[in-house]
């Protein structure tokens, strides 16, 4: 088999057939709920909005070509991600290391120390009222170019508010309606249906709902979705809303931290979270809460908010994600990992008092392992940073109180990213910022930043990028040159899973994938604030 060259890619198409493919993909995406939200003219603190309009999610108009073997890797390598992360969470003494405010990232870190505070509280007061978590993770992995051959990469691990799973199922069969309908124009032999992969991570996300669901065990119960009041990408959660009812005949009450300031309130003796509803006499029962919002510092305007995220913690309700288990998706934990001696902390039961399924972390360290890029702290004064220093030809003298971690951080800049313990996008700083950002960066700050080693994706393949017209007015005057551009891109895989785990069980399972594309000339890859655009993958 030979293998793929990325830069013949996109396949050469007529402006004629441009327009074709973007007039189907957008039609598409219009009438299958493909969409966002546009932007809002009068954004509200408190209260989502009314939708009058929508737009098409930005979009790829041929899906982007992916190994087959580094595909499948990715998603088999899920269950064990999976697994790990519900045991970093069930890892108390771990996650107050690492992420703590005593001892770990929290000291520096004035979110990460909040939530963790507010954690050790509730558990020092017996207050833990539901031994479940649930994760809907999704693991974000880049292509790597390494000696003429292809890695597949971590980005990072998220296990908080993972989104896009609808969208992405709809991107995929997007791609492949075009495919029926136009065959591409026959433009590539590789876009047949045999390389276009199945996606169905809606069910399967919901899946994860509905097994914590019947694990609280009140069939009248209802799901709460934590929502941000200028979510725009309300189309993507609402799907999961319509599939949990239609198919598992469960119901969901989305409300905002401010709103449930009011109506959530704990039943004094067994803990379980009630909500008081405008619309309905009688109060709702709650099984499951999952936080779409609450990942970002300003998630939480004022101190209240706080209070109000900690009674949800306190209530029997199955958290997606509870506190310890959105710690344990914090960037710190991800470098920790990479220390020597530290994965095989979660190969057993040590440390974790935790018994598990059968899957045997050990024999997946090595798959696990390989998918890490370089990362260390930027206070790091390990000895093995500083015995890099050492072959470094411009270390020069150590530098009074700078620690290794930082002066190593300073050397490798220009194929280095350096990330803040911060969610969402738009917080990291690259490459050649990096000297300037030292600079600048106080001494008690540093503990807080991680440095990771660029992943660099292969060269010269571009895509034709879709984006809704600009104005949100109606106002589309029709120009194809605006509406599509080709640029060189850098796609990332996201691979799916759940897993519903406490004390000594744990039920997981990959459940999906996205692809999302953003131009090279963009450093990040956030689809809401813009950058990049829903993709999927031709298999090659
Ligand atoms: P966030 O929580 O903000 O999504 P990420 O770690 O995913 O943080 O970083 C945001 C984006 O930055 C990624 O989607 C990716 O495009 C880019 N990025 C992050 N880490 C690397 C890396 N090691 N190599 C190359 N690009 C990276
Ligand atoms: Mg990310």
Known sequence: MTSFNFSTWPPQLTPEQLEALTLAATTYALS?????????????????RIPTTAIHAPLSLIPTPFPRAQFQAA???????????ARVAMDTHFLDAVMGAEEGV????????????????????????QPLHLGLFRSDYLLHTAEDRLALKQVEFNTISSSFGPLSERAAAMHRNILASTSYFSASPHLTADNFPENSTTSGLVEGFSKAHEAYGVRDARILFVVQPNERNVFDQQWLEYEL???????????????LAVSASLDPSTHALILTSP?????????????????TPSDFPSPSYYDTRFLLERSRAIKCPSLPLQLAGGKKVQEALTRPGVLERFFNNEGAKWGARALDLTAHAADIRAT???????????????AALDHLPDAGQAQGSVPPGTRLARLKAPSLVLKPQREGGGNNVYREAIPAFLDALPTEEREAWIAMEMIETPRGVSAYLVRASPSSSGTDNGSIEKKVVRVEVISELGIFG???FGEGEVVEREVGWLVRTKGTESNEGGVAAGFSVLDSVVLV
Do not use: C
């Open 75 to 85: 998603r088999e390598l899920q269950s064990v991600y999976n697994v790990l992360y």
């Open 32 to 48: 299958h709920g493909l969409l966002y939200l546009p932007p809002s003219q009068s954004p509200s603190n408190t209260q989502p």
């Open 279 to 295: 619309t309905n006499s009688s109060p709702y029962e709650i099984s499951a809460i999952y936080f779409h919002a609450t990942y």
């Open 245 to 259: 009812l239609e198919k598992h005949q469960i119901h969901v009450v989305r409300q905002t931290l401010a709103d």
């Open 106 to 129: 929290g000291k520096a870190d004035e979110f990460t120390g909040t939530l963790w505070r507010g954690w050790k509280k509730i558990r020092e007061h017996g207050a833990l009222a």
């Open 498 to 500: 759940y897993a519903l």
């Open 372 to 386: 890490w890029m370089g990362m260390w702290a930027l206070d790091s004064e390990d000895v093995d940073i500083a």
